[in-house]
C-alpha cells in the first residue's frame, strides 16, 4: 500500500488532477456539478480580493455562501492559505471576520464546522502578514467579529498553532498576554449583569476569567463584580452559576445506522482538583460556599471526586456537594 502525506491532498486539489476527490467527479462531467463553485468564478474572486472594498468582499462571500457551499468556499480559500499576499490575506481575513458567526455548525461528527474552519483560516492568514503589523492585526481582526463568541474561536486557533508548532510561533509571551487583555477590555464593554453568563460560552468564559484575573490593568474590576454579587452572601444562584463556568461541559453525538440524523446532547460532568485550583485562582471560594449554604446547606461529598464520572450527567447537588468537599479537604 502506498500512502500519502496532507500536502500531497492539497496539491492535487490545486493543480486540479483526477485523483483529488475534489476534481475526481468532474472528469466524468460535461458541467460543473451542483453544488461546486466554478473555477473561473473562485480564481477572479482571489484575484479581486486584493482590489475590492471590504464590503464589496463581504457581499460577495455572502453571495458564494447562499449560491454554492460555504464548506466547499471556505475549503478553496484553505487551499489558497499560503500563496495570497498580503493585500489578499487581509481584506480576506476581516471580511471573514465579519460574517464568521453566521457559518455552518454542521452536525456530521466526522469533520470540524466550517464555523471553526473559516476561523482556522482566518489564523492561518495572519502569518501573511508582516511580523511588525500581525499584533495590531490581531487587534483589529478581533473587533471586527460581530460576536466575541466569535473572536474566541479565531484566538483559539491563533495559539493552537503556536502551542503545536512551537518551531514556527509568531507571538511572544508578551504578545499573547496583549491579546488577552485585549480581548478582556472588549468582554468588559460588552458585559452586563444581565449577560455575565451568556455573553461568552462556558469554556471561553472560564479562559476570560482567567485572563482577566492576571491582568495588572482589570484586576479590580474583576474584584468589583465579586464583591457586587457575593460580598453580601445571599446570592447562591450566582455562586452556582459560576462553579459552572469552570466545570466541563460535555457535548455528546450519536446516531443511528437506520438514520443520517446525529443525536446531539449537551451538559455538564464531572468537577475536579484542576476545576476547583483554576477557580480559586480567579475568586474567593469560601466567599462562593457561604452563599451557596443560603440554599444548599454546607454538605461535603463523603468521598470526593473520585467516584465521579467524567463522562455522565452531573447533578447540582452533586457539584455543590464535590465543590465543598474541596473546601473542607484543601
Same mark, same amino acid.
Request: hydrophobic share 35%; glycine share 2%; with cysteine.
Given at each position: &500500500?502506498?500512502?500519502?502525506?496532507?500536502?500531497?491532498?492539497?496539491?492535487?486539489?490545486?493543480?486540479?488532477? *483526477?485523483?483529488?476527490?475534489?476534481?475526481?467527479?468532474?472528469?466524468?462531467?460535461?458541467? $460543473?456539478?451542483?453544488?461546486?463553485?466554478?473555477?473561473?468564478? @473562485?480564481?477572479?474572486?482571489?484575484?479581486?480580493?486584493?482590489?475590492?472594498?471590504?464590503?464589496?468582499? $463581504?457581499?460577495?462571500?455572502?453571495?458564494?455562501?447562499?449560491?454554492?457551499?460555504?464548506? /466547499?468556499?471556505?475549503?478553496?480559500?484553505? =487551499?489558497?492559505?499560503?500563496?495570497?499576499?498580503?493585500?489578499?490575506?487581509? &481584506?480576506? %481575513?476581516?471580511?471573514?471576520?465579519?460574517?464568521?458567526?453566521?457559518?455552518?455548525?454542521?452536525?456530521?461528527?466526522?469533520?470540524?464546522?466550517?464555523?471553526?474552519?473559516?476561523? %482556522?483560516?482566518?489564523?492561518?492568514? $495572519?502569518?501573511? !502578514?508582516?511580523?511588525?503589523?500581525?499584533?495590531?492585526? !490581531?487587534?483589529?481582526?478581533?473587533?471586527?467579529?460581530?460576536?466575541?463568541?466569535?473572536?474566541?474561536?479565531?484566538?483559539? +486557533?491563533?495559539?493552537?498553532?503556536?502551542?503545536?508548532?512551537? /518551531?514556527?510561533?509568531?507571538?511572544?509571551?508578551?504578545?499573547?498576554?496583549? *491579546?488577552?487583555?485585549?480581548?478582556?477590555?472588549?468582554?468588559?464593554?460588552? =458585559?452586563?449583569?444581565? &449577560?455575565?453568563?451568556?455573553?461568552?460560552? /462556558?469554556?471561553?468564559?472560564?479562559?476570560?476569567?482567567?485572563? +482577566?484575573?492576571?491582568?495588572?490593568?482589570?484586576?479590580?474590576?474583576?474584584?468589583?463584580? +465579586?464583591?457586587?454579587?457575593?460580598?453580601?452572601?445571599?446570592?447562591? /444562584? @450566582?455562586?452556582?452559576?459560576?462553579?459552572?463556568?469552570?466545570?466541563?461541559?460535555?457535548? %455528546?453525538?450519536?446516531?443511528?445506522?437506520?438514520?443520517?440524523? !446525529?443525536?446531539?446532547?449537551?451538559?455538564?460532568?464531572?468537577?475536579?482538583?484542576?476545576?476547583?485550583?483554576?477557580?480559586?485562582? !480567579?475568586?474567593?471560594?469560601?466567599?462562593?460556599?457561604?452563599?451557596?449554604?443560603?440554599?444548599?446547606? &454546607?454538605?461535603?461529598?463523603?468521598?470526593?471526586?473520585?467516584? *465521579?464520572?467524567?463522562?455522565?450527567?452531573?447533578?447540582?447537588?452533586?457539584?455543590?456537594?464535590?465543590?465543598? +468537599?474541596?473546601?473542607?479537604?484543601?
Amino acid at each position: &500500500n502506498t500512502t500519502y502525506s496532507n500536502t500531497s491532498y492539497t496539491q492535487w486539489t490545486n493543480e486540479k488532477k *483526477i485523483c483529488s476527490g475534489r476534481y475526481f467527479g468532474r472528469y466524468f462531467s460535461y458541467t $460543473v456539478q451542483e453544488g461546486d463553485i466554478p473555477d473561473n468564478y @473562485f480564481e477572479q474572486l482571489i484575484t479581486n480580493l486584493e482590489v475590492t472594498s471590504n464590503e464589496e468582499i $463581504v457581499h460577495k462571500l455572502e453571495q458564494t455562501v447562499e449560491q454554492y457551499s460555504a464548506f /466547499d468556499l471556505i475549503l478553496k480559500l484553505r =487551499m489558497h492559505e499560503e500563496v495570497l499576499t498580503e493585500g489578499q490575506s487581509t &481584506n480576506l %481575513s476581516l471580511a471573514l471576520a465579519q460574517i464568521g458567526h453566521t457559518l455552518p455548525l454542521e452536525q456530521d461528527i466526522h469533520f470540524a464546522t466550517t464555523y471553526a474552519q473559516a476561523a %482556522s483560516l482566518i489564523a492561518r492568514l $495572519v502569518r501573511n !502578514v508582516p511580523n511588525t503589523k500581525q499584533i495590531s492585526f !490581531v487587534k483589529q481582526l478581533l473587533l471586527e467579529t460581530q460576536s466575541l463568541e466569535y473572536a474566541m474561536e479565531i484566538h483559539y +486557533w491563533l495559539m493552537y498553532r503556536e502551542k503545536n508548532y512551537p /518551531d514556527k510561533a509568531i507571538f511572544s509571551i508578551n504578545k499573547e498576554v496583549q *491579546i488577552q487583555e485585549f480581548i478582556v477590555e472588549r468582554f468588559l464593554n460588552e =458585559m452586563t449583569d444581565e &449577560n455575565f453568563f451568556t455573553l461568552l460560552s /462556558d469554556g471561553n468564559l472560564w479562559s476570560v476569567l482567567s485572563w +482577566w484575573s492576571k491582568s495588572k490593568k482589570y484586576k479590580n474590576k474583576l474584584q468589583l463584580i +465579586w464583591k457586587k454579587h457575593l460580598s453580601n452572601k445571599n446570592n447562591p /444562584d @450566582f455562586a452556582l452559576r459560576l462553579i459552572k463556568v469552570f466545570t466541563p461541559t460535555i457535548s %455528546s453525538s450519536s446516531f443511528s445506522p437506520q438514520s443520517t440524523h !446525529v443525536y446531539r446532547s449537551t451538559y455538564k460532568s464531572g468537577f475536579y482538583e484542576t476545576n476547583y485550583k483554576a477557580m480559586k485562582e !480567579v475568586a474567593d471560594v469560601n466567599l462562593i460556599n457561604d452563599n451557596l449554604i443560603t440554599k444548599y446547606g &454546607n454538605h461535603p461529598h463523603k468521598t470526593g471526586p473520585s467516584v *465521579i464520572s467524567d463522562r455522565d450527567p452531573i447533578d447540582d447537588d452533586t457539584l455543590i456537594s464535590i465543590f465543598q +468537599w474541596f473546601i473542607e479537604n484543601s
